[in-house]
């Protein structure tokens, strides 16, 4: 069941965003953002791919998805990336706003009155340009599914609960934020404008994602276009590999080929979550092993299962895969991360202030320059 949110106002955080600058810079770890450009930025762009669903045993050195392993093992990984939490949605949550505000399913039409930071207002508050690319994004943004076949049947190819952007109330009323959110299409244009996002946000559709998507609302539709798999690696969850091996090929040569690929320019890579198995104990998901200030779910918690034993509910161990353009080749890090990660390295990035459980030393949650600027 779903909950419904009522949370106070970003007015007041953002606000605070000259303050906390000086707070970023000094938190940051020896591979800190100011390690490289003095009083700048490290990075010109940053670029996320958010995949679903797989672990990394899954993915990284899997025969069906052999450009994410040639990049996982040219570039960086890490080998101890978890996801935050079960299931997608406050995953997404996480990744830009470093928390999942105790949002333990992917009902989306219970999100309402979401009024905290995120990354998106803080990157719009110290003028830096951003996007979020969505495949097949409906033409009304704020809908569940998209879009819509000539005999009405929806295509739920895309979801709004893989979409965190039109989540948060400071974006979704507004219109010149809501600007930013685009369809993936649009992605190679913007990438070789005069003025291209300089940090990018690009969610497949569930086709391309390793999610499996499916047609609703019409019955004896033909067949879904990319069947969830029903075990991993069964033939169905081969396929969704490949697509999705295909999609990040095409997007990362995208990126490459684009005027925003300078020397200092990075694309993080990574899923939600790991696989669904059934696993009855954890809610069907393979593990909820976690770190980081992944949150604590009670033991018989329903939201997960009446057999969850209580404690740390992570999302499991997830591939990592972090391009950088002038970073090290062949590099692995053992460091602890999640999505909390990421967010504190893209926040540490541009000096803004931590949102939630981002740069959280003290509950583990560090910064994942090494993978950018090497130890």
Known sequence: MGIRLKLVGVGGALALAAAALATNASAADGHGARASHGQGPALDHVFVIMLENHSQSSVIDDANAPFMTSLAHTYSMADQYYGVTHPSMPNYLAAIAGDNFGIQDDNDQNVVNLDRPNLAQELTAAHIRWGAYMEDLPTDKLA????????????SLYAKKHNPFVLFDGIKNDPSEMANVKDYSQLGDDLNSQHAPQFV?????????????VYVSVPGHPETPCPYGSTKDDANDAALKQKADDFVHTAVNTIM??????RHSAIFIVTDENDFTGNSETGGWESADGCCDSPYVAAGDTRVSASWPGGTYGGGLIPAIVVSKSGPRGYVSHTPYNHYSMLTT??????????????????????????????
Do not use: K
Not at 201 to 213: F, L, R, S, V
Not at 257 to 262: I, L, N, R, V
Not at 347 to 371: F, I, K, S
């Open 144 to 155: 569940r599914f998209g879009p819509t076949l000539g005999d009405g049947t929806v295509v």
């Open 201 to 213: 946000w690009i969610t497949p559709n569930q086709c391309h994602d390793m999610h499996g998507g």
């Open 346 to 375: 893209i926040e540490q990035n541009w000096h803004l202030p931590y949102t939630g459980h981002a740069g959280d030393r003290a509950g583990g949650v560090v910064a994942m320059w090494p993978l950018i600027n090497g130890d």
């Open 257 to 262: 080929s684009s005027q925003a690929w300078t």
